[in-house]
């Protein structure tokens, strides 16, 4: 009896040994399956404009940014997951006073907030040249959902031998619903700063 309990005991052993051999197997397979890419920020820019005084534009960027796409596969990127930051100081208008009130509790308020920050919850292909991103997008301690609508350059080789791909993404966020509400009331009426800022977003990733 005791070398019968002894011999059901070491069976199960075995079984529970072999099912976790091959849960790790498919977690090491999937985890080998993925490809990640860094982006390149001497060949990306991620710029916005706003309108100014009704009647023209003040368009900026900024200099400091980094992020990630982690792929299913190499040449797929539907079901990808993205992580994107960007410095604020790193804000950039071609105006040194402009650009210490935009850092300033105003607006983005630089020293509490210092970064902006997006984390995807889908990237889906919508056809071979275009997907579609739904996030969250925090900025000024707000965090949002957004949805962006992205074009796919597709991907190729550098001339180092780097595999590269691109993106671009052009879209509209409303600045108030992030509580940048800084503005000042015009005599001809209206507002000085538009309440919506145009976003054109270049990015290059390469293959890690």
């Known amino acids: ?5 002894n011999f059901k005991n070491l069976t199960k052993m075995k079984k529970y040994n072999f099912l976790f051999s091959v849960a790790f197997l498919v977690v090491t397979l999937a985890t080998q399956a993925q490809t990640t890419w860094v982006s390149d920020k001497s060949h990306a820019k991620v710029q916005f404009s706003v309108t100014h005084l009704l009647v023209s534009e003040t368009t900026g960027h900024f200099r400091k940014f ?12 539907n079901g990808a997951t993205i992580d994107f930051s960007i410095d604020v100081n790193s804000i950039d208008t071609d105006d040194e006073n402009r650009d ?12 509490k907030y210092p970064s902006i920050t997006f984390k995807s919850k889908s990237f889906t292909k919508v056809n071979d040249k275009a997907y579609k991103l739904v996030g969250t997008l925090t900025m000024h301690g707000v965090t949002k ?11 190729t080789k550098s001339p180092y031998g780097q595999t590269i791909t691109g993106f671009k993404i052009v879209s509209t966020l409303n600045r108030y619903d992030y509580n940048l509400k800084y503005n000042s009331a015009l ?3 209206g507002v000085a700063i538009g309440e919506n800022v145009d976003l054109l977003i270049n990015l290059e990733f390469i293959k890690k």
């Open 66 to 77: 980094e992020g990630t796409i982690v792929s299913p596969k190499a040449d797929d990127f």
């Open 1 to 5: 009896m005791l070398w019968n309990y």
């Open 187 to 189: 005599e001809t009426g």
């Open 100 to 111: 210490k009130h935009l850092k300033s509790a105003d607006f983005f308020d630089a020293a």
């Open 145 to 155: 959902e957004v949805s962006f609508d992205v074009v796919y350059r597709g991907i």
